[in-house]
């Protein structure tokens, strides 16, 4: 069974960082992009950021700059660094495992296919 789980969320005021982090098991091949979204009330889910196995990684254009992702493979985490924080950053931040191990070079913070598999999320708010 496929799991991915979300931890490290919480409350932080602008201009401060926080790392969240996705604990993925269930298997065992590390040969596939991974991602995180976001989700904010009243707006529609958006890519934030995507790395593939090699360590590729894209991101969206509200986060670039400020975001970074990462991945430890032997640990399989997947983790997302949040820097100058903004108060428009806040949202529930899913963790998602892709089909294939290729970032989407046309849509920054999303890799190519479709989404197998999320995590139920972690809350970050940022207070201004």
């Known amino acids: 069974l496929v799991q991915l789980v979300e931890s490290g969320g919480g409350s932080v005021e602008a201009g401060g960082s926080l790392r969240i982090s996705c604990q993925i098991s269930?298997?065992?091949?590390?040969?596939?992009?991974m991602s995180w979204f976001r989700q904010a009330p009243g707006k529609e889910r958006e890519g934030v950021a995507a790395?593939?196995?090699?360590?590729?990684?894209s991101y969206g254009d509200s986060v670039q700059g400020r975001f970074t992702i990462s991945q430890d493979n032997a640990k399989k985490i997947l983790y997302l660094q949040m820097n100058s924080l903004k108060a428009e950053d806040t949202a529930r931040y899913y963790c998602?495992?892709?089909?294939?191990?290729?970032?989407?070079?046309?849509?920054?913070?999303?890799?190519?296919?479709?989404?197998?598999?999320w995590g139920q999320g972690t809350q970050v708010t940022v207070s201004s």
């Open positions: 998602a495992r892709w089909g294939t191990d290729a970032i989407n070079t046309r849509s920054g913070g999303n890799c190519l296919g479709g989404v197998n598999f």
């Open positions: 269930g298997y065992t091949s590390n040969s596939y992009c």
């Open positions: 790395i593939d196995s090699d360590g590729a990684a």
